[in-house]
């Protein structure tokens, strides 16, 4: 007999037949022995059409009124759901997160979960009954002491089936969707996508934030950060699903169980160098045959970053170990022959990373991070963010300034750092899967003043209007004065907030101005063997050349690879990705 924490979500119950199907599914379940909590979102389109209904009320409802709103669709569903578990003669019960004692922070819209109450989930499962939970919701206690009803952002039932796994210590949480489990990447977008028997928490996270909404980032990092054994199956059938594996089952601390330390390691590589190539030409293929060139001479390319630039030239930067700068350099050198630009290179670099999860979907950890390199007057030589890891690389003259102010600001203790670590992922396939984010838009800062706290200032600003960013890149060509461009993506319905918020800094920094982007898209490949396995990057570049697509961006880190490209690009692009590594097979 195990405790299991199942959520169904909206298409699954997305009418009276589907309910009925699922209360099937349950009731054979309860039958096998199990104790049983159900999570369930809102009846199919539900919470956008209560959206819609608002928006014709008003064009900026209160966050808490919409809150009031948004909460009825999921106590319809568990109330249709108990009701026809009893008709199956399965007693059961709902609850909101409310009666259950969900309790949040009070940002209505986009709550984390602090604390969930298990009591009175515990003495219905002692009655014999399964509990029927509304997803999504919560509750908060204002600062008048009455209790307020929350939501947790759009997919957030995901988010409460694997809290309430985690409070009850339950034996695991199963996600039901209407797909047979995490695939290669969205069947909607690309129908050849195939199923994953497993993945890594932090392979799905990276994978959930670029785009793949089959289950909610924050869900993913609470399996992450506490252990929970979570697995992804369909409504439809009992086909074997994914499972996602993370580390050791891990008790929950008293921040919140939502808030506990999103920062949970430093790591510090040495004997690094970088190479930056300017004034490139803009047209694809370039990448393609730049890293491909670097492949064939067995050199393993770290972080790669492209920005975007006046003109119509490229500047493309990154990282590789100092031992192949001999033999990197003579072979940038002949191809720059063949094609122009210029070569400039710096040894005796080192990267500094922070890992965690959900890291870039809080944008206060990035800001802190780049703001106590700036307080320890480091200057950020390159920045690659991910969503479970930030790197920057620094002079290595300042690894172990960097290690203590970042370990003193992150609170992380001596068995927190590592210091050249052995290199990860041998064994695992450098790319497990592909998503596309089409929701991105890229602004650009430019003519700024090159000095250190800059990045810091910029994300700062932005955090504390919580506005998160995605890629953020440092340009490597400066103007007449030294001055830089920086250039980011974030998500388009936070690009008007965003310019706004950042007015008041431009102002500062007289020349400089802000340069809207096009309609981006983002295409990335993730996968645990990418650090292992060299010239993957130069795979993904290749597919996106011979699609003869024109890379925009590149900005990679660990075990992911993005490549920004126009908005008509997208859907081609991925499809392109996908196939080129083979995903199908
Ligand atoms: P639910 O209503 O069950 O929460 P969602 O619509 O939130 O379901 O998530 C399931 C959807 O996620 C699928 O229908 C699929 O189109 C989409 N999706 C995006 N990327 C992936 C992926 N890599 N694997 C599976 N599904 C994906
Ligand atoms: N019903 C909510 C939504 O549509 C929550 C969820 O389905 O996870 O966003
Ligand atoms: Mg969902």
Redesign the pocket.
């Known amino acids: 007999m195990a405790l299991l924490v199942q959520k169904f ?2 298409t699954s119950v997305g009418s009276v037949d589907r309910i009925k199907a699922v209360a099937n599914k349950i009731s054979t379940n309860k039958d096998e022995g199990n104790d049983l909590v159900i999570v369930v ?2 009846m199919g ?4 059409e209560l959206s819609v209904l608002a928006r014709k009320i008003s064009k900026s409802p209160p966050q808490r009124e919409m809150d009031m709103l ?1 909460a009825t ?2 106590q319809v569903s568990i109330a249709l759901l108990s009701m026809a578990l009893n008709e199956l003669g399965t007693p059961a019960i709902s609850m909101t997160g409310s009666q259950v004692g969900i309790v949040t922070e009070s940002a209505h819209g986009r709550a984390r979960i602090l604390e969930v109450k298990t009591d009175r989930i515990l003495n219905k499962l002692n009655d014999g009954k399964v509990v029927v939970v509304a ?2 919701q919560g509750t908060s206690v204002s600062s008048g002491g009455t209790s307020e009803i929350t ?10 089936a694997v809290a309430l796994a985690t409070a009850l210590n339950a034996d695991a949480c199963e996600i039901y969707t209407d797909v047979p489990g995490v695939l290669t990447t969205d069947p909607r977008k690309v129908k050849s996508a195939k199923l994953m028997s497993h993945l890594s928490c932090d392979e799905m996270l990276e994978l959930a934030s670029l785009g793949a909404a089959v289950l ?1 980032p924050r869900a993913v990092e609470l399996a992450r950060n506490y252990g929970i054994n979570l697995k992804v199956l369909s409504s439809w059938d009992d086909s074997p699903g994914t499972e996602l594996t993370s580390k050791k089952r891990k008790a929950i601390g008293r921040e919140g169980l939502e808030l506990g330390r999103p920062v949970d390691g430093v790591e510090l590589v040495e004997n690094q160098a970088v190479i930056a190539l300017s004034h490139i030409p803009d047209k694809p293929g370039i990448a393609a045959q730049l890293f491909e060139n670097l492949s064939e001479g067995n050199i393993n390319v770290d972080l790669i970053i492209q920005s975007t630039h006046e003109g119509n030239s490229n500047d493309i930067t990154f990282t590789i170990n100092r031992k192949n700068l001999v033999k990197a350099t003579s072979l940038c050198k002949s191809i720059l022959k063949e094609m122009g630009g210029v070569f400039k290179s710096q040894d005796n670099m080192t990267k500094i990373s922070i890992s965690g999860a959900g890291i870039m979907g809080r944008p206060g950890i990035a800001a802190k991070l780049f703001d106590s390199l700036y307080r320890s007057g480091i200057n950020l030589r390159l920045i690659a963010t991910s969503e479970v890891k930030v790197s920057c690389v620094i002079d290595s003259s300042e690894g172990s300034k960097a290690i203590k102010a970042i370990s003193n600001s992150f609170k992380l203790n001596n068995e927190q750092i590592a210091i050249n670590p052995i290199i990860s992922g041998f064994g695992e396939p450098a790319v497990r899967g592909v998503a596309l984010d089409p929701d991105q838009s890229q602004i650009s800062v430019r003519k700024i003043p090159d000095l250190p706290g800059i990045a810091s200032s910029i994300c700062s600003i932005l955090s504390d209007s919580c506005i998160c960013l995605d890629t953020i890149v440092q340009s490597e060509r400066q103007y007449k004065n030294g001055e830089r461009d920086i250039s980011f993506t974030l998500k388009t319905s936070e690009k008007i907030s965003a310019k706004k918020t950042l007015a008041p800094l431009m102002a500062k920094w007289p020349g400089s101005y802000l340069e809207d982007g096009p309609s981006i898209n983002r295409i990335s490949a993730v996968g645990s063997g990418m650090p292992a396995i060299a010239g993957t990057a130069a795979k993904m570049f290749r597919a996106l050349a011979d699609a003869n697509i024109n890379i925009v961006m590149i900005a990679t880190s660990e075990i992911r690879t993005s490549c920004v490209v126009s908005e008509d690009d997208g859907l081609k692009g991925l499809n392109a990705v996908h196939k080129y590594f083979q995903l199908d097979k």
Do not use: P, Y
């Open positions: 979500g909206g979102s809102a389109q539900t919470t956008d948004l669709g999921e997803g999504f939501t947790l952002g759009r997919g957030g039932s995901d988010t409460t909610h």
